[in-house]
């Protein structure tokens, strides 16, 4: 997604543990991933596991130019690690990636208004919520044409509030403008008909 005179770029890599062992491996980490030169400095690295409680985590140097990892034991269940960082841009403009995993599914997601081209791509339609773009990737790099602004969080935002639907307005009937005289006027009432019994006996 585009920010100002940025590109903020997330990958995310999804874990599906379905035994019982926990995979740790703090030599290699539990992923490892392609980060951009002009982006080291901006690299944050979320972990969602199990329990769905967000954590923040540490990119290390792998070892080789530009490679990161993540050292964190996948538990059994769904575990999530998101590499956020940001590159400088200007549409349009071009974005480079590697791909480090073989093997696996690669999807390429550009949120609603930005526009992308390049060779190897497969269109897999659109995010019914987002209206996000999906692409499959089946080589080992991505050099793709960027063009355009948008944003995956308005997106998200926006379609939240349709979801949600008219809000609930609280309306009084007209009486309530006035409820301190008829209470008032109910008093007088009764005082006076309990003089008026007063007056009998």
Do not use: C, H
């Not at 940025?6 to 019982?20: H, M, R, Y």
Request: cysteine-free; proline content about 7%.
């Amino acid at each position: 997604e585009t920010a100002e005179k940025e590109l903020a770029v997330t990958d995310s890599f999804a874990f599906s543990n379905q035994g019982k062992t926990t995979y740790y491996d703090p030599a290699a980490g539990a992923v490892q991933a392609w980060i951009p030169e002009a982006a080291k400095d901006s690299i944050r690295v979320t972990v969602i596991g199990p329990n769905n409680l967000p954590l923040q985590r540490g990119a290390e140097p792998a070892g080789k130019p530009n490679t990161y990892k993540v050292d964190f034991p996948v538990k059994p269940g769904e575990t999530r690690i998101d590499f956020n960082y940001r590159l400088p841009f200007s549409s349009p403009g071009r974005f480079a990636t590697r791909i480090l995993q073989k093997g696996v599914p690669t999807r390429l997601v550009a949120p609603q208004g930005i526009q992308i081209q390049g060779e190897g791509l497969e269109d897999l339609g659109r995010e019914p919520r987002s209206q996000a773009q999906i692409f499959g990737v089946k080589a080992s790099s991505i050099e793709v044409e960027v063009q355009g602004a948008g944003s995956m969080r308005a997106a998200e935002a926006a379609s939240e509030d349709e979801d949600a639907g008219p809000g609930i307005q609280q309306i009084l009937p007209r009486l309530y403008d006035r409820v301190y005289y008829v209470m008032a006027l109910g008093v007088l009432i009764l005082a006076l008909g309990f003089a008026l019994l007063y007056r009998r006996s």
